[in-house]
């Protein structure tokens, strides 16, 4: 009798519809651009501690300039490093200068593991022939990300206005260049709305997630947005008319799970104040995330 009761309830059980709930996990931290900020801190152990109290994840590296310094205090806070911004500049003798080769590695390996660097690349030579200049940096790429996969850290190309790598599409061709499962690509919010528009957003989102290894969001402006000023296209995380939700939510949707970073630059104001309204917001998009059907 027993027996068949369990039965019973085993058949009702897997017979009623179970839905999971969609959960958004991503690391989200802060660039580290925040002297826009009349009150921010100067030092890295109070850019950190700053951060630690309102309920960041992390903080930003910013090139080779005393990230080590930089990721001593972050590990004091019990924060993370997940991305670091490092110069990249390359010319037709396919050397890297400023920072070196050298330089690079010695940032590759004092990264965490599973963090990610993102290149702004420069390059005098190829700026306006990157049909050519593809070919000379993308050999340097594979180098940089054969010697990083031993200590489990991730490469991209950050898209920027004016440098070398100036779109998500570029980053993304790069990515399948250099043919690497630790090399990646990166989409910047700011820098995309200014380069490219807002238009086609769900299909960039949808090629370029399975190669994604970093996103930067912030509130902006919609519209015409390649003809808007920085101001309207770098806001704090919930203002602006672009639907920043939306776009969040088409990365989870397409299974991006890798770090968020919030653009600061240029933004004014309390960085208390700032910093604890884009959290507020980014914690409401998880929330309301994990309640839609």
Not at 7 to 31: D, E, R
Not at 74 to 102: A, C, I, Q, R
Not at 280 to 290: A, H, I, L, V
Request: aromatic share 12%.
């Amino acid at each position: 009798m027993k027996y068949k009761i369990f039965v019973v309830i085993g058949l009702f059980f897997l017979s009623y519809p179970v839905t999971a709930k969609k959960k958004i996990h991503n690391i989200f931290y802060a660039q580290n651009t925040l002297y826009g900020f009349n009150n921010a801190p100067k030092t890295d152990i109070g850019k950190a501690r700053l951060l630690k109290s309102i309920g960041y994840d992390g903080l930003e590296g910013f090139g080779d300039q005393n990230y080590q310094e930089l990721q001593h205090a972050l590990d004091t806070e019990g924060l993370h490093m997940p991305v670091n911004y490092v110069p990249l500049n390359f010319e037709v003798d396919g050397k890297t200068e400023n920072p070196s080769v050298d330089q690079i590695k010695e940032i590759i390996r004092s990264s965490e593991k599973g963090a990610v660097i993102y290149f702004h690349i420069h390059s005098k030579t190829f700026i306006k022939d990157k049909e050519k200049g593809d070919q000379v940096v993308t050999a340097i790429l594979r180098e940089f990300s054969d010697y990083a996969a031993d200590f489990k850290v991730k490469l991209c190309a950050y898209p920027h206005v004016s440098f070398y790598c100036e779109t998500a599409a570029h980053s993304f061709k790069l990515a399948e260049m250099v043919g690497r499962k630790n090399y990646g690509s990166v989409i910047n919010l700011c820098h995309m709305l200014k380069v490219e528009g807002s238009a086609g957003i769900d299909d960039k989102i949808k090629k370029y997630s399975p190669r994604l290894f970093a996103v930067n969001i912030c509130g902006a402006d919609d519209g015409d947005t390649q003809h808007l000023d920085w101001d309207r296209l770098i806001q704090p995380l919930g203002q602006g008319t672009f639907d920043t939700y939306r776009f969040v939510k088409l990365l989870a949707d397409n299974g991006y799970t890798g770090p968020i970073g919030l653009q600061c630059y240029n933004l004014k104001g309390d960085v208390f104040e700032t910093l604890t309204q884009s959290l507020k917001t980014w914690k409401g998009y998880k929330k309301r995330y994990s309640e839609e059907k």
